[in-house]
């Protein structure tokens, strides 16, 4: 049979999403949190509207509820325009010389995927940072990773609420769930904003703060912690 002179081969699946879908078809929610292997981690980007991109990734590996130091990831990312003076450039001092002579995401997503592995991934309101790493990787690949995803901002709302029960501050609007004004709050140590790897840093300590918190109070498994963490969903 004559195949339409259009219609072109469908493309093998690059390895790196290959291996990371296979590991995420079926994952047991049941154990408690410290028996998952977490990388967290954070972008920088040119901007947030729709045409705006990645240029900077970072992350670390958090394992036993403990952060490993030597087992962390970064670089720069060459967007595909590189400006002269940008906003982003002054926000996350990213001159573009470094942008002109940084990989691309093409280059940098496989090994990003390899450096996650199996382990769950979380963020600071996560579905950004993930949505323009899998906007880019269905453009470049025709894929997208499958981690499930922690977010440290849903868990911090979840915390507030658990403390706020019963107490009038429970309706406080002004309350900041900024990840500098949380790790303020909460005592955590203080890292430069606005870069990739420090900012995963700052997000894995305060992971591990409020999911010893949450354990206290009895949220101890995967599946209890997606649970509590249900009636924030609207926020997203």
């Given amino acids: 049979m004559q195949l339409w002179p259009f219609a072109r081969k469908k493309e093998k699946e690059h390895p790196a999403f290959a291996q990371n879908h ?3 078809t079926n994952i047991d ?17 040119t901007g947030l509207s729709g045409r705006d991109e990645i240029v900077s990734i970072g992350a670390v590996h958090v394992r036993d509820l ?6 962390t990831f970064h670089s720069f990312v060459r967007p595909h325009k590189i400006t002269n003076a940008t906003d982003s450039t002054l926000l996350h001092r990213i001159t573009p010389e470094q942008l002109a002579h940084a990989p691309t995401l093409k280059e940098i997503l496989p090994k990003f995927i390899e450096f996650c592995g199996p382990s769950l991934l979380v963020g600071h309101y996560v579905s950004l940072d993930l949505g323009y790493i899998n906007k ?17 901002m849903r868990l911090a709302q979840v915390y507030t609420d658990i403390c706020w029960e019963n107490h009038h ?11 500098a004004d949380l790790s303020r709050d909460y005592g955590l140590p203080a890292f430069s904003q606005h ?16 999911i010893k918190k949450l354990k206290v109070q009895g949220i101890v498994t995967l599946k209890e912690l997606y649970t509590a963490g249900q009636k924030w969903k609207r926020i997203f």
Avoid: M
């Fill in 22 to 24: 296979s590991w995420f």
């Fill in 66 to 71: 403990k952060i490993i130091a030597g087992e």
């Fill in 136 to 152: 880019a990787a269905k453009k470049i690949f025709r894929s997208t990773i499958k981690n499930p995803c922690l977010d440290t």
């Fill in 195 to 210: 870069d990739a790897l420090q900012d995963s840093l700052q997000t894995a300590y305060l992971f591990i703060y409020l």
């Fill in 29 to 45: 929610q049941n154990q408690p949190i410290e028996c998952y292997n977490f990388v967290v981690f954070d972008t920088e980007l």
């Fill in 169 to 179: 501050d429970q309706f406080n609007l002004q309350v900041s769930f900024n990840l």
